[in-house]
């Protein structure tokens, strides 16, 4: 299968600061990549989803201007946390399918901690 | 609304048991559904989907339309079936196109099995 990895794996920053995650599709090219984030014992939640070359589509209720997502080329999406606070601490998690179908493959997430 | 079910956050069955992990889907289009694990320290991977009608490690899963069901089977439970197991219905973006579509998961099943 594809492999999707993730970076870092785990941060730690201070509340108020910007926290930039990246996701690369290390054997293929991702013109479409999924940000997701998931709570302690809860699902994993779509957050937006990543276009190469375009505007990031964001699903109801994720702030936009809060996380900033940029697809620049076709192996990397970063995932920008700005002004972290607290209540953002959670794990965050990325995913692309090859283009071949309907297959979704994941990164290994990055658990992000803000104090 | 595009939405999963899974009923039961834990399920617990003996070693030889037989496992069923329920899902219900609510979709307007023509659903294309899946089962994903996580296992302990690992990243999700997809289990089956309803498309190939393949049964992997033993686990089947039929798509009950009637019933907008998903469930997922195993006749014998293993140990090494404990894990997180989410169902997840693929929902296409505004394209049309298999690259832009996305997931829902479910809240997730976790499923222990006791020797």
């Known amino acids: 299968g594809a492999v999707v990895s993730q970076h870092p794996s785990w941060v730690i920053c201070k509340s108020g600061t910007s926290v930039k995650i990246e996701c690369r599709s290390l054997?293929?090219?991702?013109?479409?990549m999924f940000w997701y984030r998931q709570f302690p014992k809860q699902s994993l939640m779509l957050m937006a989803t990543?276009?190469?070359?375009?505007?990031?589509?964001?699903e109801q209720g994720v702030e936009k201007d809060k996380f900033l997502i940029n697809h620049a080329s076709l192996t990397l999406s970063t995932l920008t946390v700005t002004s972290a606070h607290p209540e953002d601490s959670s794990f965050y998690i990325c995913?692309?399918?090859?283009?071949?179908?309907?297959?979704?493959?994941f990164g290994p997430g990055t658990r992000l901690t803000v104090l | 609304a595009q939405r999963v079910t899974q009923p039961e956050k834990l399920l617990s069955v003996f070693k030889g048991a037989p496992v069923e992990l329920k899902c219900n889907y609510s979709?307007?289009?023509?659903?294309?559904l899946f089962w994903y694990v996580q296992y302990s320290r690992q990243r999700l991977q997809l289990l089956l989907r309803h498309i190939s009608r393949e049964s992997i490690k033993g686990f089947t899963a039929d798509l009950n339309k009637g019933e907008t069901s998903f469930h997922l089977k195993k006749p014998f439970a293993q140990e090494e079936d404990s894990a997180m197991y989410y169902c997840a219905l693929s929902v296409r973006g505004l394209k049309g196109y298999s690259s832009a579509s996305k997931i829902i998961f479910g809240s997730g099943t976790r499923l222990s099995i006791r020797p």
């Open positions: 979709y307007s289009g023509s659903p294309e």
């Open positions: 054997d293929f090219q991702a013109t479409t």
């Open positions: 995913s692309t399918n090859s283009g071949r179908g309907y297959e979704q493959f």
């Open positions: 990543s276009n190469e070359g375009s505007k990031a589509t964001y």
